[in-house]
Nanobody, 123 residues
Framework: QVQLVESGGGLVQPGGSLRLSCDAS????????TGWFRQNAGKERAGVSF????????WYADSAKGRFTISRDNAKKTIYLQMNNLKPEDTDVYYC????????????????WGQGLQVTVSS
């Protein structure tokens, strides 16, 4: 069973940076995707960024392009989301998620989830 443990959320001022981490364990598939969704109360989870296990493919939401960078440390089985130039509209709960196979941007394709991290961008 895949387990995902997140860290790194918090409160930051507009223009600041945060790095989210997701420690993963229990993968049995040779090829899989890990990434991040965001969710606000009453809304569906929206994809933020994803990366495949062989680093061959990444995906970013339009709101994340140019500001966020996803990466992975295969030795540690950890993925990171570096978030720069944060804006108040980035405020949300961020979830790490994983699935076998390639990138999908719809949450229903992901069966493994972390506990969620609050990211608040406010002055």
């Amino acid at each position: 069973q895949v387990q995902l443990v997140e860290s790194g959320g918090g409160l930051v001022q507009p223009g600041g940076s945060l790095r989210l981490s997701c420690d993963a364990s229990g993968f049995t598939a040779d090829y899989y995707t890990t990434g991040w969704f965001r969710q606000n109360a009453g809304k569906e989870r929206a994809g933020v960024s994803f990366i495949t296990s062989d680093d061959s493919s990444t995906w970013y939401a339009d709101s994340a392009k140019g500001r966020f960078t996803i990466s992975r440390d295969n030795a540690k089985k950890t993925i990171y989301l570096q978030m720069n130039n944060l804006k108040p509209e980035d405020t949300d709960v961020y979830y790490c998620a994983a699935k076998p196979g390639g990138i999908a941007t719809i949450s229903l394709f992901y069966k493994s989830w972390g506990q969620g991290l609050q990211v608040t961008v406010s002055s």
